[in-house]
């Protein structure tokens, strides 16, 4: 009864209104915060979840009404029926049709998530085994992002889901984010952006998102990648353009990159 009205209040109840993740007993998606989960939340809901409930009504249905109808003590002498080819084109024809209603809307969310609109914000996350790296490529700010541990977690931080180094991104702006692996897949994916992606070794994904409302949000990597898969969460903090600018400027002294910076400084010696 208690975990009844658990998933009951999930309905009613939005906790944590500004940082979106995974909660006990909850039924349906995190809070969409990107046009793109927008239009996939409601593909599902609207679309998909009556399509398959209608067709499990359906079938339901027709076994129920054939154990009653042809069972055997009404049905001494069973039909020998083998073929009907009115009924056979129908259950070949309405399934492809069901699936072309399923297909259209389904390509253009794709094919809208495929094309990246001019980006304000660029970001590369790579998969390593097993945490993620980050680089903003125009800023010269390279960092690492790994799970805090259950000892060391803060008040409001949840468990498996929080990182020490957070992306930061503003909120409105187009951010596009570059993805790879440097050992084994990998998959970048934040479910209130409506972002996954595969992060393969030697070859860069790219993908994009735009939040609409400041907080912080948290993913997972989802391609099965070893023994600490489960380890490897992505924390999203998306913040005014302001407070971008502030950690913008904190980070590229905290997190530069290094490289650069000591080529810069070996031809700044050599003039
Ligand atoms: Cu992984």
């Not at 680089?135 to 949840?158: A, G, R, T």
């Not at 990648?225 to 489960?230: E, F, L, N, V």
Request: glycine share 4%; net charge neutral; with cysteine.
């Amino acid at each position: 009864m208690k975990k009844f009205f658990q998933i009951f209040l999930t309905f009613f109840v939005t906790s944590g209104a500004y940082a979106d993740q995974p909660k006990n007993w909850q039924l349906g998606f995190q809070e969409a915060v990107t046009e793109t989960m927008r239009d996939i939340v409601n593909f599902h809901d609207n679309l998909l979840l009556p399509i398959i409930i209608a067709i499990s009504i359906f079938v339901l249905f027709l076994m129920v009404y054939v154990c009653i109808r042809f069972r055997a003590s009404r049905n001494p002498n069973p039909s020998k029926t083998t073929h009907n080819v009115a009924v056979e084109v129908m259950w070949t024809l309405i399934p492809v049709l069901i699936l072309l209603v399923m297909a259209v809307p389904s390509f253009k969310i794709l094919y809208k998530q495929d094309s990246i609109p001019k980006a304000d914000v660029t970001v590369k996350a790579i998969g390593y085994q097993w945490y993620w790296g980050y680089e903003y490529p125009d800023e010269n700010i390279i960092f690492d992002s790994y799970m805090i541990e259950d000892k060391d977690l803060k008040e409001n931080q949840p468990r498996l889901l929080a990182v020490d180094n957070e992306i930061v991104v503003p909120v409105n702006k187009v951010v596009k984010v570059l993805i790879t692996a440097n050992d084994v897949l990998h998959a970048w994916a934040v479910p209130s952006l409506g972002v996954k992606r595969d992060a393969v070794p030697g070859r860069i994904n790219e993908t994009w998102f735009k939040a609409e409302k400041v907080g912080t949000y948290y993913g997972q990597c989802s391609e099965l990648c070893g023994i600490k898969h489960a380890f490897m969460p992505i924390t999203v903090r998306v913040v005014s353009e302001e407070d971008y600018q502030i950690w913008l400027s904190e980070a590229k002294i905290k997190f530069a990159n290094e490289i650069i910076v000591e080529k810069e400084y070996k031809q700044l010696a050599s003039k």
